[in-house]
Every structure is written in structure tokens, then in C-alpha cells.
């Protein structure tokens, strides 16, 4: 699963956020996230994962933007153990934290074209963490740590949004997506929260800064760097435990 606001712009169409109204999906609304999410996204959802957002079982933060009676925006995400995440992503928060650290990752976030650049995406990924601050747990270790996304490393629209609202990129993704049989790159982008933070230790800090270089140049080199550090790192941390 990703998380892929649509690059494509077109002219938005002022709406008052005063007038939008905020609620947790229903089964009632499978046909209709169906239709929006073939239109925002390039990537197929099968019909059993939209039953499953929609569904009151409490895997799920699905949330949709609502203004006149009608869905125009909605952002779906997971909150799960750091060992349940792949290993690329376990990576995410500092050694520090138990691998029963909790984080959460977006799946998906879309508006409607003709609602987009008016306030809409912010307005749900700000109700999301405002969530996950204030999430009722026993404790408050059991609170979510980081929120995070993958995002095609082209979406220029998305990166920007993303970045603009405290995410950070964490890694390059070299072929993590495949869309319509062509294998595309991609970025995985986090936001720390409830004293959640990023990796400090020296060889972190390393292999960060230059997987962080190597992304911004991604489109013009090969990704046989990339995964020679990727190599490297795993050897070093081998030679150092």
C-alpha cells in the first residue's frame, strides 16, 4: 500500500473549510471511495481492502472530508508495531525504541481535483495527528511515535505538500512501486511526534546523509549506489555487534 497525493493540477475551486465536515468512513461509502481512489491514484486497491477501511473494527483511522453532502477528501491510516513494518521501515526510529513501539503509516490521502490547493489535504493530516497526540491509551509509551509514507519519488506535488508540513525523507525506495507493470521508484517520507525521533548514532547519521544525497540525484544516476550502501550498511552493522 502507498500513500500518493495525484501531481496533476488543476484549478481549485475556493471552498470554505468552516463548511467542511469531518467523519470516519462507513460501509456505506465503499462505492464511493472506490471511484475517488481509481481517479487519484495509479495504483488498484482490491475490493476487499476498501471493506475493510470502511469497517468499524478499529485497524483503521479512515476519515473523510465532506462538504455539501458529498466525499472530497480522505486520508486512511494504520497504526501498527515498528516489527510488523517492512525492514526498510523498521529503521525509521532510533535503536532506542522497542520493536513494539508503535507508528503509524499513511495508506492514503487524496482530495478531489477540483478541491485541491484550498486547505483540504492539510485539514485532514492535521485531524490525523491531532489524533495521535491526544490517542486514548494506558500509557503514554503506547502512543504513536512517528507517522509515515511512501510516495513516488516524481510526485513532485506530494513531496512538496508532505515536506511543507514537518516530514522528513527518510530513505530512497529504488523499484518499490509497480504501476501498470513498469516498476517505479520511490521516497519514504516521516514525521516524528510524541518524542519520537530519528536514528543518532554515527553510522546513522552517515548512512542518512548520503542516501539523503544520493535521492536528490536519483533521477540522473543509477541505483547500483544506492544499493551498494544498503550493502555496506548492513555489513557494518554486522562488524559493530
Not at 501498527?80 to 503509524?104: H, N
Not at 507493470?181 to 511526534?193: M, P, Q
Request: net charge positive.
Amino acid at each position: 500500500m502507498s500513500s500518493n497525493m495525484n501531481s496533476s493540477y488543476c484549478q481549485a475551486q475556493v471552498v470554505d473549510l468552516m463548511q467542511v465536515q469531518l467523519r470516519f468512513l462507513t460501509i456505506s461509502d465503499v462505492a464511493t471511495v472506490k471511484v475517488h481512489c481509481l481517479d487519484w491514484f495509479p495504483i488498484e486497491y482490491p475490493d476487499s481492502w476498501y471493506l475493510d477501511i470502511t469497517t468499524d473494527n478499529g485497524k483503521y483511522f479512515s476519515l473523510a472530508a465532506v462538504h455539501l453532502g458529498q466525499i472530497i477528501g480522505v486520508v486512511v491510516a494504520q497504526t501498527k508495531g515498528l516489527e510488523s513494518c517492512r525492514e526498510e521501515d523498521q529503521e525509521i526510529l532510533s535503536a532506542k525504541f522497542p520493536l513494539d513501539s508503535r507508528v503509524t503509516y499513511i495508506l492514503v490521502l487524496g482530495v478531489c481535483r477540483e478541491y485541491r490547493r484550498s486547505g483540504v489535504a492539510s485539514l485532514l493530516i492535521n485531524s490525523l495527528l491531532e489524533y495521535l497526540r491526544n490517542e486514548p491509551v494506558q500509557n503514554v509509551t503506547q502512543r504513536s511515535r512517528a507517522v509515515f509514507l511512501h510516495v513516488l519519488s516524481d510526485n513532485m506535488a506530494a513531496i512538496s505538500f508532505y515536506s511543507r508540513r514537518g516530514f522528513v525523507l527518510h530513505s530512497y525506495l529504488p523499484q518499490y512501486y509497480e504501476v501498470r507493470g513498469v516498476a517505479r521508484d520511490g521516497y519514504c517520507y516521516v514525521r516524528y511526534i510524541n518524542d519520537g525521533h530519528a536514528p543518532y548514532s554515527g553510522l546513522d547519521k552517515i548512512y542518512h546523509w548520503l542516501a539523503y544525497r544520493a535521492a536528490l540525484l536519483a533521477g540522473i544516476l543509477c541505483h547500483l549506489p544506492i544499493l551498494i550502501l544498503k550493502r555496506w550498511r548492513k555489513i557494518a552493522r554486522r562488524m559493530l555487534t
